[in-house]
């Protein structure tokens, strides 16, 4: 059973960090390409980032230069650490993957932006 845990989501004023994790489980991590998205109240999903095992991470415009993937395979534990948040990037956020052909996302983590 593929399983993805985020955790690490809060409340921190605009400005601050914070570092998202999502543990894998149920396939192969190490050879998966994983991804970060969020949703905002009232928006769509957006892509944040992604990162394959042989590719350099991408990331979405609106991110770019502030946010950073990572992987640690050993671990099977996505990362996404997060600088310089605005307001804006309040939502929830979710590691997902397509192992097998089908989307898996996890449950998210609530990151709220405010002073």
């Known amino acids: 059973e593929v399983r993805l845990v985020e955790s690490g989501g809060g409340l921190v004023q605009p400005g601050g960090s914070l570092r998202l994790s999502c543990e894998a489980s149920g396939f192969t991590f190490k050879w998966s390409t994983m991804s970060w998205v969020r949703q905002a109240p009232g928006k769509e999903v957006e892509w944040l980032s992604s990162i394959d095992y042989n590719r350099p991470p991408i990331y979405a415009d609106s991110v770019k230069g502030r946010f950073t993937i990572s992987r640690d395979n050993a671990k099977n534990t996505l990362f996404l650490q997060m600088n310089s948040l605005k307001p804006e990037d309040t939502a929830v956020y979710y590691c997902?993957?397509?192992?097998?052909?089908?989307?898996?996302w996890g449950k998210g983590t609530q990151v709220t932006v405010s002073s």
């Open positions: 997902h993957t397509v192992p097998y052909g089908v989307d898996y």
